[in-house]
């Protein structure tokens, strides 16, 4: 079925570093959304992307959807320690599936004082 | 407004015993998701409901593994019986599809562990 691929893995930066993680598809997607999860926490919705090219910037963090609509990035500037965490993308399918979402494997994020 | 509520926050308990899972969606919400979260295979879907119905059960690992919601305010999940295996971090989620983004809310997650 339908996967998409997180890279990083693992990413550990030194604070006020900037930090970047790619989502990657094989196929076309209709929208993308990340989530950040603390250590400890629960995953919490940051933002979705739904149109080809799409940039959208929330404070530090700044999300791009791909002109093919089949990759996606998330970059941190001057990360902070509240930053660690464990970033994930996920897309949400249509038809007979529609409000399923299939999540990335995550990236996780380290940030050293 | 109150978030997704899941009880017990941490259950601990030993092989071939029965667990149930409960989770209280977002007032309003009509999809709920379980999840299942591991180190080695990550946030899994196990199923999902529509309305009070499961929609796609195809994430349950196996029969010992079994889902109702009895109405819009209650779901549960229940292992028995439960093999140390089971032992993960379970999200209960819920959304609504009238959002423009259909974000889910999840849970705090209840830590499950089976010795």
């Known amino acids: 079925g339908q996967q998409v691929m ?9 604070e006020g570093e900037d930090f970047t993680t790619y989502c990657n598809s ?3 997607l209709s929208n993308i959304q990340w989530y950040k999860q603390r ?5 919490v919705f940051l933002i ?5 090219g799409e940039v959208k910037k929330q404070k530090r963090l700044t999300f791009q959807f791909g002109e093919a609509k089949k990759n996606s990035s998330l970059h941190i500037t001057a990360t902070q320690t509240t930053d660690v965490g464990t970033y994930f993308c996920a897309f949400a399918r249509g038809g007979t599936s529609y409000g399923k979402l299939t999540f990335g494997q995550g990236t996780i994020l380290t940030v050293h004082p | 407004d109150a978030g997704v509520i899941q009880s017990p926050r941490h259950e601990v308990t030993e092989m071939g015993q029965e667990v149930t899972l409960r989770c209280k969606p977002i007032s309003g919400h009509d999809y709920l998701f379980w999840y299942r979260q591991t180190m ?5 879907l196990l199923i999902y ?3 009070n119905v499961p929609i796609d059960d195809s994430g349950m690992p196996e029969d010992r593994f079994s889902a109702k919601m009895p109405n819009a305010s209650f779901s549960t999940l229940k292992i028995q019986p439960s093999e140390p295996r089971d032992s993960a971090v379970y999200f209960c989620a819920s959304s609504f599809a009238g959002q423009t983004a259909l974000e889910q809310y999840f849970g705090p997650g209840t830590r499950l562990t089976v010795t």
């Open chain 2, 40 to 44: 080695m295979r990550g946030l899994e």
């Open chain 2, 49 to 51: 409901f529509n309305n």
């Open chain 1, 26 to 28: 094989s196929t076309t």
């Open chain 1, 39 to 43: 250590p400890g926490g629960h995953p």
């Open chain 1, 6 to 14: 997180q890279i990083p893995q693992y990413q550990h930066v030194q």
């Open chain 1, 48 to 52: 979705q992307l739904v149109k080809s």
